[in-house]
T-cell receptor, first 113, second 111 residues
Framework: DAGITQSPRHKVTETGTPVTLRCHQT?????MYWYRQDPGHGLRLIHY???????DKGEVSDGYSVSRSKTEDFLLTLESATSSQTSVYFC????????????FGEGSWLTVV | QKEVEQDPGPLSVPEGAIVSLNCTYS??????FMWYRQYSRKGPELLMY????GNKEDGRFTAQVDKSSKYISLFIRDSQPSDSATYLC???????????FGAGTRLFVKA
């Protein structure tokens, strides 16, 4: 258990509304990540953070923004949700073992109708 | 061409069978290799980690890496119904800053 909590775990929202997913970690890890997982695409990196207020884009960042104002919290925002953003979202951290092993949270299931 | 290729399955085996799960990768810059297990509606959990060619055992699980062929495998001996899950391979580049996941193979072990 890497001490990762995601909220909300499940959400249904309407197209065009903003949505924020929260990731909270308790073990002071420097690196945090947001992935989405979709059938046929696997896990794809949306954004990541390497410190407070230090973030960068992943491979599928369009339509998403992130913020990290505290070490323990990493927020993912969908500015105007679209149906293509219906997915399961995983927050993750990396530990300091060689190879930067990734540990995941339990996931947030988002449905955009 | 994807950087990591993994057959999505599904793979169905009887209880007690030996299971072989495989991935291929295209870039020799990737030096660290991991296998994750993901149960339905759960997050992926780290199962095995290795950074060298050869075999690594952990109980019923063996991870095998062949860097010359860019081929990684996970073997499960004496498979159990509780092993039914999706198994994802992951590769990490030398600097440790880029992780690529396979699409995952769904495994069903029938009692």
């Amino acid at each position: 258990d890497a001490g990762i909590t995601q909220s909300p775990r499940h959400k249904v929202t309407e197209t065009g509304t903003p949505v924020t997913l929260r990731c909270h970690q308790t073990e002071n890890h420097r690196y945090m990540y947001w992935y989405r997982q979709d059938p046929g695409h696997g896990l794809r990196l949306i954004h990541y953070s390497y410190g407070v207020k230090d973030t960068d884009k992943g491979e599928v960042s369009d339509g998403y923004s992130v913020s990290r104002s505290k070490t323990e919290d990493f927020l993912l925002t969908l500015e105007s949700a679209t149906s293509s953003q219906t997915s399961v979202y995983f927050c993750a951290i990396t530990t300091t073992v060689p190879g930067n092993t990734i540990y995941f949270g339990e996931g947030s299931w988002l449905t955009v109708v | 061409q994807k950087e990591v290729e993994q057959d999505p399955g599904p793979l169905s085996v009887p209880e007690g069978a030996i299971v072989s799960l495989n991935c291929t990768y295209s870039n020799s810059a990737f030096q660290y290799f991991m296998w994750y297990r993901q149960y339905s509606r759960k997050g992926p959990e780290l199962l095995m980690y290795t950074y060298s060619s050869g075999n690594k055992e952990d109980g019923r699980f063996t991870a095998q890496v062949d860097k010359s062929s860019k081929y990684i495998s996970l073997f499960i001996r004496d498979s159990q119904p509780s092993d039914s899950a999706t198994y994802l391979c992951a590769i990490v580049n030398t600097g440790g800053f880029k992780t690529i996941f396979g699409a995952g193979t769904r495994l069903f072990v029938k009692a």
